[in-house]
């Protein structure tokens, strides 16, 4: 059973450009969640989604940030017209029922992503 | 809200010293609690967790015991290495935010030969 797989691993994107990010999660979870960490910094959180739907966005940026997780295929997030400050470690993790059922969350390995 | 709070880094300590990185949290209701490492490069991986008062993780030497009275669920290793260099993380979920997990600030551990 693979783990959560994200990609890229690395991204480097110009200023003003749009930078996708994909992350599958493990088979059997309907539950992902994205976070950011900045550099020397802990880990904050952005969008909980389930197939479908999001659950909670409270902590992704109004404007520019959006995520999504198709009936089929990987969840997307995608930053449009990219800053230097989006320049971040980005984890995606996944479950297979809601936190609150005590469930761990497993991460993948990241995309760091570079706006220059 | 639903918090961490952890003790700040950076932790230094010499090989087959005792560790402990303290944290304690503020939640409704009866969180689950966690302990997760992040080594140089990679993502998260859980490492141990806890998810009722008096319940104690524990893996690979490190434990963390469950306080409901001091609200606390405190990382110990009785012998660190050299290879337990790494960012640790405190966290916790509840019913009160089942949409996500909320982490500490994290605690950078240097361990020296």
């Known amino acids: 059973n693979a783990g959560v797989m994200q990609n890229p691993r690395h991204l480097v994107r110009r200023r003003g450009q749009e930078a996708r990010l994909r992350c599958s999660p493990m088979k059997g979870h309907s539950h992902v969640y994205w976070y950011r960490q900045l550099p020397e910094e802990g880990l904050k959180f952005m969008v909980y989604?389930?197939?479908?739907?999001?659950?909670?966005e409270s902590g992704m940026p109004k404007e520019r940030f959006s995520a999504e997780f198709p009936k089929e295929g990987p969840s997307i997030l995608r930053i449009q017209q990219v800053v230097r400050g989006d320049s971040a470690a980005y984890f995606c993790a996944s479950s297979p029922n809601t936190p609150g059922d005590v469930t761990e969350a497993f991460f993948g390995q990241g995309t760091r992503l570079t706006v220059v | 809200g639903n918090s961490v709070t952890q003790m700040e880094g950076p932790v230094t300590l010499s090989e087959e010293a005792f560790l402990t990185i303290n944290c304690t949290y503020t939640a409704t209701g009866y969180p689950s609690l966690f302990w997760y490492v992040q080594y140089p490069g990679e993502g998260l991986q859980l490492l141990l967790k806890a998810t009722k008062a008096d319940d104690k993780g524990s893996n690979k030497g490190f434990e963390a015991t469950y306080r409901k009275e001091t609200t606390s669920f405190h990382l110990e290793k009785g012998s660190v290495q050299v290879s337990d260099s790494a960012v640790y993380f405190c966290?916790?979920?509840?019913?009160?935010?089942?949409?996500?997990?909320?982490f500490g600030s994290g605690t950078r551990l240097s361990i020296r030969p």
């Open positions: 966290a916790l979920t509840s019913r009160s935010s089942a949409s996500k997990i909320i």
């Open positions: 989604l389930q197939k479908e739907n999001i659950i909670d």
